[in-house]
């Protein structure tokens, strides 16, 4: 019997996350399985289908399921509690030397940098930036249109909002609509760190945020979280949620759903860079082709296991 | 996308697990998704190196005059005919076969 390779798909054409809280996490018949050891239960995950897992405290995964998630291109993220980012790994990023090359020009010439930051700052408030600002000039109108909106949705959906406070090593001590924005950014963020890496790029080179690992993640979420996760984040903290942090992740699967999040990542980190108007670099000419060259895959570019 | 359902008897668990990569199994060797052609033809191409002696059916929504098409593998007591350009099952007696 011939061996089968095994090879990602399209994270446009996926669920976008399922988060695991307990059990061990194996590999059965070549299938991703969480067991429950004390009732001997076992639940099957579409590892191939869904964007990313989150592992959250309780979870103990196999070597077998760490190589079945990295075969199919599927991101897990070890998360804390109500999915606020503890650590992660699953897939090193900037699989793609010609895009992380091209990523890095584009952030270390200040000109090609500010045309990508004006980009971003087009994309999220869907109009021109003002002319002849810097990028710190841009974060303060950025920063105060950020504030206005979170006064705003805060009014709309009749939530008590004294400005975005929490702790990031204290979960419960922020109020519920704090809580409520840190679960929905997190999957937002799950989400797309898995399309950064899903297109070849890094999550560290970023272009508004930077000297943080998913400083590029933080850019591209930015774009689209007023449109998306904040909304319901605040929707639900109306409601006085008994789970705030599970009702969150349903509504958030839903938004991401019904806006076609998933299928507008790649294209929109793209987009962004592209306003560089610089092209990918060409390999250089004495460069060595690839020795054993990698079969087409219907995957996106960035995956490893094309 | 359009949803998919595979049904598989007999076959090894190796392709079992497979089909549980992408897909959900709701009964023993039901699966349940919504994928996209190229998906469909590469869990296809799957169904087809690994089922070996087993015996799959795998149907999905199309816009056919019956709204789903499938396709089968292996042999069965069901077997598909082409009825005026309309697509049905055709049983075989009991016993004929081995399923």
Known sequence: ?306 | MSMLVVVTEAVPPRLRGRLAVWLLEVRAGVYVGDVSRRVREMIWYQIVELAEDGNVVMAWAASTESGFDFITYGSNRRMPIDFDGLRLVRFQPEGMDDV
Not at chain 1, 101 to 124: N, P
Not at chain 1, 139 to 165: D, H, I, N
Not at chain 1, 215 to 221: G, H, K, R, T, W
Request: with cysteine; hydrophobic share 40%; glycine share 8%.
């Open chain 1, 1 to 306: 019997m011939a061996y089968l390779p095994l090879r990602p798909i399209p994270i446009k054409e996926r669920n976008s996350m399922i988060f695991v809280g307990m059990g061990r996490i194996d590999v059965r018949d070549g299938a991703f399985v969480v067991i429950d050891e004390v009732n001997g239960e076992r639940m099957h995950i579409p590892v191939g289908s869904v964007v990313c897992i989150m592992l959250e405290p309780g979870t103990r995964i196999s070597h077998a399921a760490i190589k079945l998630a990295a075969t199919t291109g599927t991101l897990l993220i070890w998360v804390g509690e109500a999915g606020v980012r503890l650590y992660s790994a699953g897939q090193p990023g900037g699989a793609r030397s010609d895009k992380l090359l091209y990523q890095a020009q584009l952030a270390l010439d200040s000109d090609l940098r500010l045309k990508v930051v004006r980009k971003m700052f087009e994309l999220r408030f869907g109009e021109p930036a003002p002319q002849r600002r810097s990028i710190d000039q841009l974060r303060g109108v950025e920063g105060a249109r950020v504030r206005a909106t979170y006064q705003v949705l805060a009014k709309k959906f009749g939530v008590s909002w004294q400005g975005r406070r929490y702790d990031p090593k204290d979960w419960a001590a922020g109020d519920i609509a704090n809580q409520c924005v840190s679960a929905a950014t997190s999957c937002l963020y799950g989400v797309t760190e898995a399309a950064v890496l899903a297109a070849g790029y890094a999550p560290a080179i970023g272009f508004l945020h930077s000297g943080k690992p998913l400083s590029f993640v933080y850019d591209i979420a930015d774009i689209v979280k007023f449109e998306t996760v904040v909304p319901v984040a605040f929707k639900i903290a109306a409601e006085q949620p008994r789970h705030p942090d599970r009702e969150v992740r349903q509504a958030c699967r839903e938004v991401f759903r019904s806006s076609r999040l998933l299928g507008r990542l790649i294209p929109l980190i793209e987009d962004v860079l592209a306003a560089g108007e610089i092209a990918p670099p060409a390999p250089p000419e004495d460069a060595q082709p690839p020795a054993i060259p990698e079969p087409p895959s219907i995957g996106d570019q960035g995956h490893r296991s094309s």
